[in-house]
């Protein structure tokens, strides 16, 4: 048994699981930790617990922050905001179509992670080297998806909500067009389509109960009987658990579910 403890780097990023050794960490409490880029500074989002769990596979929590360590936080946060002014003049300079959104640097200050899209590969050779050259710090670049950057900037969806990706969401599922015409919403790509330009993350959310219900209800123009009348199944409303009927003499009628259920029985 080992004690585990959930942190995360984000407020929407994923929970990782760190080795809390005896160290007494609560939910919330900022917390320096072990990864594979070098030291970290997270936040506890599952208090720690005894878990069945190799201990030698775990990364450890150094410690809990102190008040040198958030400052220390503060300093990395100018030096990232210095990082990115200085390489967005780089890549005007140098020409580069690439669309830098932010800069990340480790809690031990030994590399600099830029993140940014691009609509296809960049050379930036170049600018590697004066970045090494202005901030002598080890350089990464890290091409990431318009999902991302929606996540990271942050922004309101048309719900008038916080964007999901940047509020709660630790992956992005996998969204198709199939998932709107399960669920009966307009195909027009500006009414199904996020801030990010992609089909809507919420599709996935409602999807599997869409499908769950719509097993149980009749197909559209299905022919079922209604008072003894029978008609063509025209429309269905899968939260009102109902289905839209055109009669024989061209009126429609709703009928809910449980109605056809009795007169089948």
Known sequence: MVNVAGVKFKTAGKIYDFN??????NLE?????????????????VPSREKDKDETSLK?????????????????????RQAHEYCLTCIKEL????????????FDRNKLTFFYTADGRIDFRELIKLLVKEFSI????????????????????KCGRELCCSSFMHTFDPVSIKMAKEQGLSLNPTKI????????????????????????????????????????????NVLRQS???????RTEKE??????????T
């Open 29 to 45: 409490d900022r917390v320096i930790v072990e990864t594979e880029q070098g030291l970290g500074f997270g936040i506890v989002a």
């Open 255 to 264: 009928i809910f579910l449980s109605e056809l259920k009795k007169e089948n």
């Open 193 to 236: 389509s996020g801030v990010c330009g992609r089909l809507m993350c919420c599709l996935t959310f409602e999807n599997e109960t869409y499908r769950h219900y719509k097993k149980q209800m009749p197909k559209l123009g299905r022919t079922i009987t209604v008072e003894d009348v029978k008609g063509k199944v025209v429309r269905q």
């Open 60 to 80: 450890n929590i150094v410690r809990v922050a102190t008040q040198e360590d958030f400052s220390r936080r503060l300093e990395l946060e100018s030096l990232e």
């Open 20 to 25: 809390s050794q005896d160290l007494a960490v």
């Open 95 to 106: 020409d580069l179509l690439m669309n830098l959104f932010s800069v990340e640097s480790t």
């Open 138 to 157: 080890r350089i990464e670049m890290r091409q990431v998806g318009i999902r991302n950057l929606s996540k990271h900037v942050g922004g309101v969806g």
């Open 243 to 249: 289905v839209n009927v055109r009669l024989e003499d």
